[in-house]
């Protein structure tokens, strides 16, 4: 199986990172003259060589571009309160960045009951998500706002929608994507959105969605969501 190191710059910064170089070179004990595949984040495979097999920074040498990706032709968005547990959080994050979201936004609401994040850690599951998917184009993970401080910032997607429970809802997700067009997405905490907060959303252009008839937890619902997305756009 082929393995993939990342480095956001790989072409300015010619080492990998102390994580990444003892990856490389104590893991799967690579060592000088080896070649190495290195991932941008960006949509490009980068063919390198290693010309210092050092564990805590291993450099290397380009010697082509091997592949350059094309970015899916909408943009998907999950904003989605943190979860009590951040365990659940960085499994979100992780099963997300795998099925290739673009944008996660972190908000608190009324009901939140976690108010900080590790965003580095988030980062780390995006990056590690990346390699092992291979979909080739980082996810952009935004650091925590408040439901009011995130409806009032610059939003660009023109689909946006509200998930919460309403068993009168008859408006399901998958109904309402509409094919390679960008979305948002809001996933509430558990004890979901207050009714205010719905009417707030609602009064910023986000449609009330449902994503079925159980009541899901906070990331449950938020990998269910990006699942819709993708094959609402695979068909």
Known sequence: MMNYFY????ESITALTPEESNHCIKVLRKKRGDQIDIIDGKGHVFSAEIIDDNARKCSYKILDVKNTAKRNSYHSHI???PTKNHDRLEWFVEKSCE???NEISIVT????????????????KAISAL???????????????TLNDFLKS???????????VDYDNPNFLHQKITKDSDILILIGPEGDFTPEEVELANSKGFDNVSL???????????VIAMHTINIANEC
Do not use: C, V, Y
Request: a positive charge.
């Open 154 to 164: 610059h939003i660009k997607e023109e689909n946006r929608f509200i998930a919460f």
């Open 109 to 124: 609401t009324k009901r939140t009951e976690r108010k900080n994040i590790n965003l580095d850690r988030l980062e780390k």
């Open 212 to 222: 079925g008839k159980s009541i899901l937890r906070t990331e449950t619902a938020g």
């Open 79 to 81: 904003a989605i309160a």
């Open 131 to 145: 390699k092992q998917s291979k979909n080739l184009f980082k996810t952009d993970i935004n650091n925590m706002l």
């Open 7 to 10: 480095n956001e710059f790989p």
């Open 99 to 101: 099925l290739g979201i």
